[in-house]
Each structure stands twice: as structure tokens, then as C-alpha cells.
């Protein structure tokens, strides 16, 4: 089993920044696949942001530019930059691990116009 939390989120207006960390239970290097998910408001959970082991990124067309993913042993950050109403959701952190997926809780950010 593995166990996530993500930290982080609240209430900015446009343009403004927010950092979200999510906390493993074991090291966030001994994944081959992290990332971060989104769920806006009557929407699904889509991609927002993933690492694979090699360090190669990829993000979702709409962060691109903006958003920014990063790791440590402990922990998996999400920079957000220049944030826009339509980021809205709730945030979730994400790994696999042993062919399995785990999820955190989520963290709320609201964005306002």
C-alpha cells in the first residue's frame, strides 16, 4: 500500500501563483510514474502533470508553460504560475506502484476572475 497527501491548495485570484507538495510514504524516487490530476467543477479527473523515472515530464496542453513538476526523495511538487479561472479543482496527487495506482485525498484551488 501507499499513502498520499497533497498540501497546498486555497483561494488566489487570476494570475496569482500557488505551490501544492504531496507527501509519500515511501520515496517518491521509487516510482517509475507520479503525477498530478485535476477535477473541475462537473468535470472529470484529467491529467495536469506526470514524471516518469527517467525525469521526462509531460503536461496537459492547457498548463504548458505554466505549470511546473518536480520531485524529491520525500516529496512531489506542483509549481502553478499565472493560474486562470478554468484551473479550478480539486488537485490530486498520483503513483504507481507495483502496476497499481494510488491516490491522495485532493486539495481544493480556487481560482477567481
Known amino acids: 500500500q501507499v499513502q498520499l497527501v497533497e498540501s497546498g491548495g486555497g483561494l488566489v485570484q487570476a494570475g496569482e501563483s500557488l505551490r501544492l507538495s504531496c507527501t509519500a510514504s515511501?520515496?517518491?524516487?521509487?516510482?517509475?510514474?507520479v503525477g498530478w490530476y485535476r477535477q473541475g467543477p462537473g468535470k472529470q479527473r484529467d491529467l495536469v502533470a506526470r514524471l516518469n523515472r527517467g525525469g521526462s515530464p509531460n503536461y496537459a496542453d492547457s498548463v504548458k508553460g505554466r505549470f511546473t513538476i518536480s520531485r524529491d526523495i520525500g516529496k512531489m511538487y506542483l509549481e502553478m504560475n499565472s493560474l486562470k479561472p478554468e484551473d479550478t479543482g480539486v488537485y490530486y496527487c498520483n503513483a504507481v506502484f507495483d502496476w497499481r495506482n494510488y491516490w491522495g485525498q485532493g486539495t481544493q484551488v480556487t481560482v477567481s476572475s
Open positions: 515511501r520515496s517518491f524516487f521509487s516510482f517509475n510514474d
